[in-house]
């Protein structure tokens, strides 16, 4: 089975993301383990990591995932900001490895203008040395899947195995799945054909088994248009056929479907609660076959008033969310 969650605000204390992710339902864990838009990080003490301990335990939600600060930039021209990014990335590796943390998930970098081939060996290099100077061998790294807005290296399938083939802690990295992200990059994943075309390539490529989490988001953009716009689940391009595909794919066993839609309530229910107890219901549902809308699930919450999608057919209608 694969727990469902969310990323949790890290404001007040990292152990606060517990009691926040139980609020909403949520089983498995993504979090900031520092300030996302600083680069210096204040000392982590024992106390605030046996406390982040306790909370885990008495909540029972795991898997936890920590993700890199997005100010990371391994495959810049600049070589100041290159070190930054990576003397950062060793950093955030030892800060996850104290709380127990196995993976920490990397945004590959940009190249501006330096060439897709500078820019891979350029990240490999960077992480091979954040890994060495951190010391802590317990964790991996794990290679998201981007839009490809710009010069973003790793919207390609080709683009991750080259990272990983030129790294020498290959052994030491894997990959997040963001379901928007292939989408707008090009990966059709709301056609049966296209799906089985995508993970086949996966893992001809990569390795179905170096496929460790997936950033469970719709897409507000359409197929191919190279931007990063995450859609509450059922609301976007992606629709509900293509999530319960995806939670039923025995192939993805196990891993964590984390969200990371936009924040927000509709009325007095958090997204985050709703988003968690569609994807439960999806994952509970009958298995999908070709490209024939699934059968209407019937969702519901703890709480009243949570938004029904009415049919397998996707609901690409824009919504306001809050």
């Known amino acids: 089975m694969n727990p469902i969650g969310a990323h949790m605000s890290i404001a007040g204390g990292l152990h606060r993301v517990f009691e926040r992710l139980q609020a909403v339902g949520g089983e498995c864990l993504q979090l900031f383990v520092k300030p996302n838009v600083q680069w210096a990080a204040g000392d982590l003490s024992l106390e605030e990591v046996e406390w982040f301990a306790r909370e885990q335990v008495r909540t029972g939600i795991a898997p936890v995932v920590a993700h890199a600060s997005y100010l990371l930039n391994l495959a810049s021209p600049d070589p100041g900001l290159r070190q930054k990014s990576g003397l950062t990335l060793a950093l955030e590796l030892v800060r996850s490895a104290r709380l127990g943390i ?11 203008g330096a060439g897709e081939k500078v820019g891979l060996r350029r990240i490999a290099q960077g992480i091979d ?22 010069t973003q290296l790793g919207c390609r399938l080709e683009q991750l195995r080259d990272i990983i083939g030129l790294s020498r802690s290959a052994d030491r990295l894997g990959i997040c799945l963001d379901t928007s992200h292939v989408y707008a990059a090009g990966y059709d994943l709301s056609r049966a054909e296209a799906y089985e075309d995508f993970f086949g390539s996966f893992d001809r490529l990569i390795s179905l088994k170096r496929l460790k989490a997936v950033h469970a988001n719709d897409s507000k953009t359409s197929l191919g248009a190279k931007v990063d716009r995450h859609e509450q689940i059922g609301l976007g391009r992606l629709g509900i056929p293509t999530f319960e595909r995806l939670l039923r794919d025995p192939r993805l066993s196990g891993r964590p479907f984390i969200l990371e839609t936009p924040k927000g309530k509709q009325g007095d229910i958090p997204w985050d609660e709703i988003n968690i107890q569609r994807l439960k219901r999806l994952r509970e549902g009958p298995q999908p076959t070709g490209d024939q809308p699934v059968a209407p699930t019937s969702y519901q919450s703890p709480r009243r008033g949570v938004p029904k999608i009415r049919s397998g057919v996707r609901d690409t209608r824009r919504r306001r969310t809050v």
């Open 102 to 112: 196995p993976f920490l998930v990397l945004h590959p970098g940009s190249h501006l």
């Open 129 to 150: 040395r954040a890994l060495a100077r951190a010391e802590v061998p317990d964790i991996q790294i794990l290679l998201e899947t981007t839009a490809g807005a710009g």
